[in-house]
């Protein structure tokens, strides 16, 4: 089992940059496949990025290639979400996601056994 924790969202102008984190529980994060997903008001959560137990695969969802980059350091239990180029439509809560070993289906909320609590990301035009 793994517990995630989220950090790193805020209030950012179009064009800006934020840096997620989420900080995982347990001695076996390298195990893990991990996820981003968000959630906006009134909307569906959908998936973000994906990035596999190894780090040697990433997966983004088509809005975001080219401006977010996700990563993993399995030496210290954490995922990162580079996210550049900020557009107003970006603004969502993030969550962070894990299943382990591979996902049913990486870029589904189902392919995921454990969430954090997300990390709310406000863009302004």
């Known amino acids: 089992q793994v517990q995630l924790e989220e950090s790193g969202g805020g209030l950012v102008q179009a064009g800006g940059s934020l840096r997620l984190s989420c900080a995982a529980s347990g001695r076996t994060f390298s195990s893990y496949t991990m996820a981003w997903f968000r959630q906006a008001p009134g909307k569906e959560r959908e998936f973000v990025a994906a990035?596999?137990?190894?780090?040697?695969?990433?997966y983004y969802e088509d809005s975001v290639q080219g401006r977010f980059t996700v990563s993993r350091d399995n030496a210290k239990n954490t995922l990162v979400l580079q996210m550049n180029s900020l557009k107003p439509e970006d603004t969502a809560v993030y969550y962070c996601?894990?299943?382990?070993?591979?996902?049913?289906?990486?870029?589904?909320?189902?392919?995921?056994?454990?969430w954090g609590q997300g990390t709310q990301v406000t863009v302004s035009s």
């Open positions: 990035i596999s137990w190894s780090g040697g695969s990433t």
């Open positions: 996601a894990a299943v382990f070993k591979a996902s049913s289906n990486r870029f589904s909320t189902l392919g995921y056994d454990y």
